[in-house]
Nanobody
Framework: QVQLVESGGGLVQAGGSLRLSCAAF????????MGWFRQAPGKERDVGAV????????AYADSVKGRFTISRDNAKNSVYLQMNDLKPGDTAVYYC???????????????WGQGTQVTVSS
């Protein structure tokens, strides 16, 4: 099983930057995908960015494309989300997730962190 530990959330002003970190602990089976999903108040949890652990290929939600960058560090077994040019609409709880295949759907992920709050003030 996998445990995901997130850090890096906080309060920033619009136009600012923030980097989220997620460390994965435990054995994984197969080639896992990891991703960052977010859930704003009153809305469904949706994809922000995903990365294939084996080949490093990435995919992004249209709303964050060009502003967010997901990356991985194999040695640290961690995934990061660099968020630039943050907007108030980015305010949400951000969840790190791990799954067995790369997908933008929440249903494709087996393990989830507890979430970290990102608040962007205008």
């Amino acid at each position: 099983q996998v445990q995901l530990v997130e850090s890096g959330g906080g309060l920033v002003q619009a136009g600012g930057s923030l980097r989220l970190s997620c460390a994965a602990f435990g054995r994984t089976f197969g080639s896992y995908a990891m991703g960052w999903f977010r859930q704003a108040p009153g809305k469904e949890r949706d994809v922000g960015a995903v990365i294939n652990w084996s080949d490093g290929r990435t995919a992004y939600a249209d709303s964050v494309k060009g502003r967010f960058t997901i990356s991985r560090d194999n040695a640290k077994n961690s995934v990061y989300l660099q968020m630039n040019d943050l907007k108030p609409g980015d305010t949400a709880v951000y969840y790190c997730a791990a799954g067995r295949a790369t997908t933008k759907s929440t249903l494709g992920y087996d393990y989830w962190g507890q979430g970290t709050q990102v608040t962007v003030s205008s």
